[in-house]
């Protein structure tokens, strides 16, 4: 059977324009994962697992965390965030943070599959979806156990396979996450979406939670076209990208690239964390994570530091 899915071998490219220039550019590969074909690409890759462990491991609940036992800090979700609503019943109930993630870990009760979590998403913002679409995600499963991911992307396609509709998972380095929609109406061109919409989330120390966030998806196919910049009003001081050329995802492949590009997260995060030491040289401007909660909103999986 072929799949759906498959890799990409990318290029990650950041030019920060303001207040101070920095600029890098660097060589990772990331998964395109149809939804539907998680098992059976468990079952054609040796080195890829699904929710237990392998070098590859893609676990469903890394992924659009919702529920109160996650989402226990209410002041990180945004007024119409529909989280909200349980998160304020399980306090009021008493829960307290260390029972609710105690339950999480033991409830009896098995989590909906995470297509089945993205349709309610969708639906909860007004956006219907017939399941017998495709859902595919650009993502980084677990390498040896770690994830890191500053982004993965739905894909949604009605049953014709036409594209839908997007959704952009932004993380951070405190593993919280945050979900923007890219609507129907944001589809542009047949396979392009963009949308500029306001940040409100705590992605770097080096950049404000009042700026906007320039989405420009290609639908993936033979290439990988991804921009995401920053805007400050009309201004843009930080353009990202991601680009790629599609290759299959074999056991022979991924091999080649587990090689060219060993433990990828780690590579991820040990950047992240070497280019934030280059721009505190550079002092450019830092802010804590605690200087603006009311600007975190939308917050899934809210860390509990406060700093």
Same mark, same amino acid.
């Given at each position: 059977?072929?799949?759906?899915?498959?890799?990409?071998?990318?290029?990650?490219?950041?030019?920060?324009?303001?207040?101070?220039?920095?600029?890098?550019?660097?060589?990772?590969?990331?998964?395109?994962?149809?939804?539907?074909?998680?098992?059976?690409? #468990?079952?054609?890759?040796?080195?890829?697992?699904?929710?237990?462990?392998?070098? $590859?491991?893609?676990?469903?609940?890394?992924?659009?965390?919702?529920?109160?036992?996650?989402?226990?800090?209410?002041?990180?979700?945004?007024?119409?965030?529909?989280?909200?609503?349980?998160?304020?019943?399980?306090?009021?109930?008493?829960?307290?943070?260390?029972? #609710?993630?105690?339950?999480?870990?033991?409830?009896?009760?098995?989590?909906?599959?995470?297509?089945?979590?993205?349709?309610?998403?969708?639906?909860?913002?007004?956006?219907?979806?017939?399941?017998?679409?495709?859902?595919?995600?650009?993502?980084?499963?677990?390498?040896?156990?770690?994830?890191?991911?500053?982004?993965?992307?739905?894909?949604?396609?009605?049953?014709?396979?036409?594209?839908?509709?997007?959704?952009?998972?932004?993380?951070?380095?405190?593993?919280?996450?945050?979900?923007?929609?890219?609507?129907?109406?944001?589809?542009?061109?047949?396979?392009?979406?963009?949308?500029?919409?306001?940040?409100?989330? $705590?992605?770097?120390?080096?950049?404000?939670?009042?700026?906007?966030?320039?989405?420009?998806?290609?639908?993936?196919?033979?290439?990988?076209?991804?921009?995401?910049?920053?805007?400050?009003?009309?201004?843009?001081?930080?353009?990202?990208?991601?680009?790629?050329?599609?290759? #299959? *995802?074999?056991?022979?492949?991924?091999?080649? *690239?587990?090689?060219?590009?060993?433990?990828?997260?780690?590579?991820?995060?040990?950047?992240?964390?070497?280019?934030?030491?280059?721009?505190? *040289?550079?002092?450019?401007?830092?802010?804590?994570? #605690?200087?603006?909660?009311?600007?975190?909103?939308?917050?899934?999986?809210?860390?509990?530091?406060?700093?």
């Amino acid at each position: 059977m072929e799949l759906n899915s498959c890799l990409y071998e990318c290029s990650v490219m950041h030019h920060r324009l303001a207040p101070k220039e920095h600029h890098f550019e660097h060589r990772i590969f990331m998964f395109y994962l149809d939804l539907d074909e998680l098992d059976a690409v #468990a079952e054609k890759v040796f080195f890829f697992s699904r929710n237990r462990g392998n070098l $590859y491991s893609f676990r469903d609940d890394d992924h659009e965390p919702l529920g109160p036992k996650l989402n226990h800090r209410p002041e990180l979700l945004g007024p119409d965030d529909p989280s909200r609503e349980r998160t304020f019943d399980a306090l009021e109930m008493g829960e307290s943070d260390d029972r #609710a993630a105690e339950e999480s870990r033991t409830s009896p009760i098995p989590r909906e599959p995470l297509k089945s979590r993205i349709i309610h998403f969708l639906e909860r913002n007004g956006v219907t979806f017939d399941p017998r679409g495709r859902i595919m995600l650009l993502t980084l499963p677990r390498v040896g156990g770690y994830i890191f991911n500053p982004i993965s992307i739905f894909f949604c396609f009605d049953p014709e396979g036409t594209p839908l509709c997007s959704v952009a998972e932004v993380g951070n380095t405190f593993r919280e996450i945050k979900l923007f929609l890219l609507r129907p109406e944001d589809r542009h061109q047949p396979d392009c979406f963009h949308k500029i919409t306001p940040k409100h989330f $705590y992605v770097s120390p080096f950049s404000s939670l009042d700026l906007n966030f320039d989405f420009t998806f290609r639908v993936p196919g033979d290439r990988l076209d991804i921009r995401i910049d920053d805007r400050d009003g009309g201004e843009r001081i930080l353009l990202s990208t991601l680009s790629g050329r599609r290759a #299959a *995802l074999t056991n022979s492949r991924l091999l080649w *690239l587990t090689l060219k590009c060993p433990l990828v997260t780690l590579k991820v995060i040990s950047l992240i964390h070497w280019h934030a030491f280059r721009l505190w *040289l550079k002092r450019v401007p830092f802010h804590r994570k #605690a200087e603006n909660l009311p600007l975190q909103t939308g917050v899934r999986r809210p860390h509990l530091a406060t700093k």
